[in-house]
T-cell receptor
Framework: DAGVIQSPRHEVTEMGQEVTLRCKPISGHDYLFWYRQTMMRGLELLIYFNNNVPIDDSGMPEDRFSAKMPNASFSTLKIQPSEPRDSAVYFCASGLTIKRFNGYTFGSGTRLTVV | SQQGEEDPQALSIQEGENATMNCSYK?????LQWYRQNSGRGLVHLILIRSNEREKHSGRLRVTLDTSKKSSSLLITASRAADTASYFC?????????????????FGQGTILTVHP
């Protein structure tokens, strides 16, 4: 099992550009989360999906942020247009909650720098 | 807003000593989880305790949960230099009125643990 796979690992972009972060959850997992981590705000929950359906997107900071999960094996987080304050590490996590649930698995994160 | 708040914010101990970290939260939960994060890395799940459990062990880890006080503690016994990391508690809150579905996993600010060899 390769775990939760995020790409790219690092992204440097100019202000105003569109940024797309990608996540491949562990096969069979029914929950998928997107988090953002900064020194100032810690780990912020942006949005999460259950069986590919968005359940709560109240953490998405602005309309510039959007997330999709077109199928059980892929999710994207898009920022358009990007701003310097979006610079952070973005984590994706997935979990299987049926049967004996035992926590979520996080990806290695995407470090986004907007200049 | 953060659901869980850890205490202390930073903890510095010698190898071999025990480390205790506390977490308080505000609303009802399905379960509470503890995660570890090494500098510059992703989070690693350590242990999960359900709302109907009071104590759980995993290796050198011991977690307690007091739902009446809305608090949890993580004890790491016989600490090692390799335990140096940030430790986060995360609460998994129900999203439906019946409180049966998994849902909002929110994290506290974390405790930075430094174990000196």
């Amino acid at each position: 099992d390769a775990g939760v796979i995020q790409s790219p690992r690092h992204e440097v972009t100019e202000m105003g550009q569109e940024v797309t972060l990608r996540c491949k959850p562990i096969s069979g997992h029914d929950y998928l989360f997107w988090y953002r981590q900064t020194m100032m705000r810690g780990l912020e929950l942006l949005i999460y999906f259950n069986n590919n359906v968005p359940i709560d997107d109240s953490g998405m900071p602005e309309d510039r942020f959007s997330a999709k999960m077109p199928n059980a094996s892929f999710s994207t987080l898009k920022i358009q247009p990007s701003e310097p304050r979006d610079s952070a590490v973005y984590f994706c996590a997935s979990g299987l909650t049926i049967k004996r649930f035992n926590g979520y698995t996080f990806g290695s994160g995407t470090r986004l720098t907007v200049v | 807003s953060q659901q869980g708040e850890e205490d202390p914010q930073a903890l510095s101990i010698q190898e071999g000593e025990n480390a205790t970290m506390n977490c308080s939260y505000k609303t009802s939960i399905n379960n509470l989880q503890w995660y570890r994060q090494n500098s510059g890395r992703g989070l690693v799940h350590l242990i999960l305790i359900r709302s109907n459990e009071r104590e759980k062990h995993s290796g050198r880890l011991r977690v307690t949960l007091d739902t009446s006080k809305k608090s949890s503690s993580l004890l790491i016994t016989a600490s090692r230099a390799a335990d140096t990391a940030s430790y986060f508690c995360a609460t998994d809150r129900p999203t439906n009125a019946g409180g049966t579905s998994y849902g909002k996993l929110t994290f506290g600010q974390g405790t930075i643990l430094t174990v000196h060899p």
